[in-house]
Structures are given as structure tokens and as C-alpha cells.
């Protein structure tokens, strides 16, 4: 399986608080390496993934650390060709969890589709992601 994860790159995110927080960590695999939003929701964060990628994006993982009151609750996936126009992937449920949750989308992402954004639309109670 190929973790195109770590060849991504951060274009846009809604918000964050500290430098030190930046959304570019939710690329790392350093656990004490987090993205902190400003209060409110939603909250999104758009990755630009490499271009001429040789399969497609067929499953989406969400890992959190702890079980956490800000953790993702009701996450939406989108792609985009442009980074402009967005089409609706999947809408998924997330579990109060500190394992990772893998989830099958409804269809692979097209290969001119190099803009993935992850709408955090809802939390277990926290005001922020």
C-alpha cells in the first residue's frame, strides 16, 4: 500500500493557533505532533497530493492520539482537479477512538483529482479540532 500521505503537501487550511500546531503535522507520524484550530466549526484542510500517482485512492485513515473531546466526529472527504471546485466524496462517522480508523470510499478518487479536502464538520463535544 502506498502511504501517499507523506508525499502530500498542506495548500489551505481554515485555521491555527500556534506554529508549533500547524496543520502540516497531520502528515507526520509523530504523535506529539498536532494541528490546533481556532474555535468553531467546521474546520478543513486541503492536501495536494502528487501528481502521476499510479493507484488510486481508494480508503481514507483518521488517526487520533488520545480520545480527546475535540476529536473529529463527522468528517467529509472532497476532491478537486483545480483546487477550486470541490465534488462530495464521502461523509463518514468517526469513533471516539485513539486507534486508527481506515474507511473505504464510496468510489476511487479520479487521478486528476490531486486536491483532497477533509471537512471536520463536527467534534465529541470540543469547540476545535
Not at 487550511?13 to 503535522?25: D, G, I, K, M, Q
Not at 470510499?105 to 464538520?121: C, H, M, Q, S, W
Request: proline share 6%; glycine share 6%; with cysteine.
Amino acid at each position: 500500500m502506498t502511504d501517499y500521505a507523506l508525499l502530500a503537501d498542506v495548500v489551505t487550511v481554515s485555521s491555527e493557533v500556534l506554529p508549533e500546531c500547524s496543520a502540516r503535522n497531520v502528515l507526520h507520524d509523530d504523535d506529539r505532533k498536532l494541528w490546533l484550530s481556532e474555535p468553531g466549526l467546521p474546520q478543513d484542510i486541503t492536501l495536494r497530493m502528487p501528481s502521476g500517482m499510479s493507484k488510486p485512492i481508494c480508503v481514507v485513515g483518521l488517526y487520533c492520539w488520545h480520545t480527546f473531546h475535540t476529536n473529529p466526529r463527522h468528517v467529509a472527504i472532497l476532491s478537486s482537479a483545480d483546487g477550486k471546485h470541490f465534488v462530495m466524496r464521502m461523509g463518514m462517522e468517526c469513533e471516539l477512538t485513539d486507534q486508527v480508523q481506515l474507511f473505504q470510499l464510496e468510489g476511487p478518487i479520479p487521478f486528476a483529482d490531486t486536491y483532497i479536502k477533509v471537512l471536520f464538520r463536527s467534534t465529541f463535544g470540543g469547540e476545535r479540532t
